[in-house]
């Protein structure tokens, strides 16, 4: 596969990301990967070689996740997953890839805004934010971006939206796989890639986890925000 050396270390960048701020591993990993390998193998394997969080760092992360809201997103995510799957397979490749990066860049800026709201979100809110996210997750890879706001936007600790965040997207990419191989997104391409990114993927989120310390409340999302910056830059379709 042209370019392996590449999504393989994308993979172990995104694994070291995810483990240290607890998101922004796809963010990282399908815009730098679509450049070497089409989106309908790329998202697939990415959701494949997540599942290897449930030994790394999901553990740790169950322990201090708020249930109530979490469960919630896991649930609606996972219903909408087969929407986000029928335009993976539906819209063409160039499409998807413009849509990985304008979504990438459009979280950022609204991540750096800094907006947060005062009143907690109720079940409502929280459903649609999950329906959303599992429409995107499945038909880009980029699950997290809009329950990145949705968890930024409040008053958390860096410490609670970490643990929510790992939570949400280790399983929800858990649930979504046999959803692929229903529809016949998961082909044989796809598998193979996604058992080799198990082991740099799963290696990134232990070292991540390992850098993670509670106290840097702004480090974290800094140094996340850069990479993501750069992966939207890697992406375009224009190079």
Same mark, same amino acid.
């Given at each position: $596969?042209?370019?392996? +050396?590449?999504?393989?270390?994308?993979?172990?960048? !995104? #694994?070291?990301?995810?483990?240290?701020?607890?998101?922004g591993s796809a963010?990282?990993?399908?815009?730098? *990967?679509?450049?070497?390998?089409?989106?309908?193998? =790329?998202?697939?394997?990415?959701?494949?070689? *997540?599942? $290897?969080?449930?030994?790394? /760092?999901?553990?740790?992360?169950?322990?201090? *996740?708020?249930?109530?809201?979490? *469960?919630?997103?896991?649930?609606?995510?996972?219903? !909408? %997953?087969?929407?986000?799957?029928?335009?993976?397979?539906?819209?063409?490749?160039?499409?998807?890839?413009?849509?990985?990066?304008?979504? /990438?860049?459009?979280?950022?800026? !609204?991540?750096?805004?800094?907006?947060?709201?005062?009143?907690?979100?109720?079940?409502?809110?929280?459903?649609?934010? #999950?329906?959303?996210?599992?429409?995107?997750g499945s038909s880009? #890879?980029? &699950?997290?971006?809009?329950?990145?706001?949705?968890?930024? #936007?409040?008053?958390?600790? @860096?410490?609670?939206?970490?643990? &929510? $965040?790992?939570?949400?997207?280790?399983? &929800?990419?858990?649930?979504?796989?046999?959803?692929?191989?229903?529809?016949?997104?998961?082909? %044989? %391409?796809?598998?193979?890639?996604?058992?080799?990114?198990?082991?740099?993927?799963?290696?990134?989120?232990?070292? +991540?986890? @390992?850098?993670?310390r509670p106290a840097?409340?702004?480090?974290?999302?800094?140094?996340?925000?850069?990479?993501?910056?750069?992966?939207?830059? =890697?992406?375009?379709?224009?190079?």
């Amino acid at each position: $596969m042209p370019g392996l +050396g590449w999504v393989i270390f994308a993979a172990c960048l !995104a #694994g070291v990301v995810y483990g240290f701020a607890g998101f922004g591993s796809a963010l990282v990993f399908v815009p730098m *990967a679509v450049a070497f390998v089409p989106p309908l193998v =790329v998202v697939p394997a990415f959701h494949l070689s *997540a599942v $290897m969080s449930l030994f790394t /760092v999901f553990p740790r992360a169950v322990r201090l *996740a708020e249930p109530r809201s979490t *469960a919630a997103l896991i649930i609606t995510s996972t219903l !909408a %997953a087969p929407l986000g799957i029928y335009l993976l397979i539906s819209l063409p490749e160039e499409v998807l890839r413009w849509a990985v990066s304008i979504i /990438v860049g459009l979280t950022l800026a !609204a991540l750096l805004s800094g907006r947060r709201y005062t009143t907690p979100p109720g079940m409502l809110a929280t459903g649609v934010v #999950g329906f959303a996210a599992g429409t995107m997750g499945s038909s880009t #890879g980029l &699950n997290g971006p809009i329950v990145i706001l949705f968890r930024l #936007g409040g008053a958390d600790s @860096a410490t609670q939206i970490r643990a &929510n $965040m790992l939570v949400f997207l280790t399983l &929800n990419s858990l649930f979504v796989i046999p959803v692929m191989a229903l529809q016949g997104a998961l082909s %044989a %391409a796809a598998f193979w890639l996604g058992l080799v990114l198990l082991i740099p993927y799963g290696l990134g989120t232990v070292i +991540g986890q @390992a850098l993670f310390r509670p106290a840097w409340q702004g480090i974290y999302r800094r140094v996340a925000y850069a990479l993501i910056a750069a992966s939207v830059i =890697v992406s375009l379709p224009i190079w």
